[in-house]
């Protein structure tokens, strides 16, 4: 038996700051919004726990909170939220033509019109030793795992705005920050990297990259190479944030 195909007007995939504006702006178009969560319901901002820089909360807000108020707002329009990845769209070659979606690599759904509000996820190294000892020292999310590691000597690996702010960030919560920038030059801002050569606490060591992530069940320090003249060193923290940027999620 076919399966039954689902026909709606809009659907919308991902269920951030992105997607619920979208639908919202949607719904009072009376085009019926559909958002499929994907993954992570809320987006990056649920791993968030101060925002402070969003217009409209003079005294911040909570990252989880804020996207309850925006799912609520949407759904208060008539948007439908349900709980679902969505594995597969194939788009109408004609004009007016319905586009096939696939969630879940079963439901199948035609609809109007897609939204693709998928966002972007952290890029990390990819060495076993990182992977092992995430959540066990390695993060990548100063604003939401810096605390825990006041006092202590940690390091940030990238070299642009994000790692820059990262670091500059942790260096007021630490006692050391060390910075590891692949190449001989950081790609941040003249005015990052002002701000980072004038933050006492804070080195940055040039043609460094990790070769690996040393601890059993924490992070107890870093084995780096210079990729310039291939000398290893160690040094010993407790806490290593991976700031070297995010890839799509479109897949």
Not at 150 to 155: E, F, L, S, T, V
Request: hydrophobic share 40%; proline share 4%; aromatic share 6%.
């Amino acid at each position: 038996m076919a399966a039954t195909v689902e026909k709606i007007k809009c659907l919308i995939i991902g269920s951030g700051p992105a997607g619920y504006t979208a639908a919202i702006y949607a719904a009072r178009a009376d085009m019926q919004p559909v958002v499929y969560t994907g993954m992570e319901p809320g987006g990056q901002l649920t791993t968030t726990t101060e925002v402070d820089n969003f217009p409209g909360y003079p005294d911040g807000t909570e990252g989880p909170a804020m996207m309850v108020q925006l799912q609520q707002q949407a759904e208060r329009f008539g948007t439908q939220v349900r709980i679902g990845v969505v594995t597969s769209v194939t788009f109408g070659s004609r004009k007016g033509a319905l586009h096939s979606v696939t969630v879940d690599n079963e439901k199948q759904i035609a609809t109007e019109t897609v939204i693709i509000a998928t966002g972007a996820s952290v890029k990390y190294l990819g060495i076993p030793s990182e992977q092992r000892l995430r959540g066990g020292g390695v993060s990548a999310c100063a604003v939401c795992d810096g605390f825990f590691y006041k006092g202590q000597d940690i390091a940030v690996v990238g070299g642009g705005d994000t790692a820059a702010e990262e670091a500059t960030y942790l260096a007021k919560i630490c006692n050391t920050v060390t910075m590891l920038v692949r190449k001989g030059a950081m790609r941040a801002s003249k005015a990052m990297q002002h701000r980072v050569n004038n933050t006492p606490n804070l080195v940055v060591k040039y043609h460094t990259e990790i070769d690996e992530v040393l601890g059993d069940q924490v992070v107890a320090g870093l084995r780096i190479v210079n990729n310039q003249t291939g000398a290893k060193e160690e040094i010993k923290i407790t806490g290593l944030f991976i700031a070297i940027g995010h890839k799509p999620n479109t897949g």
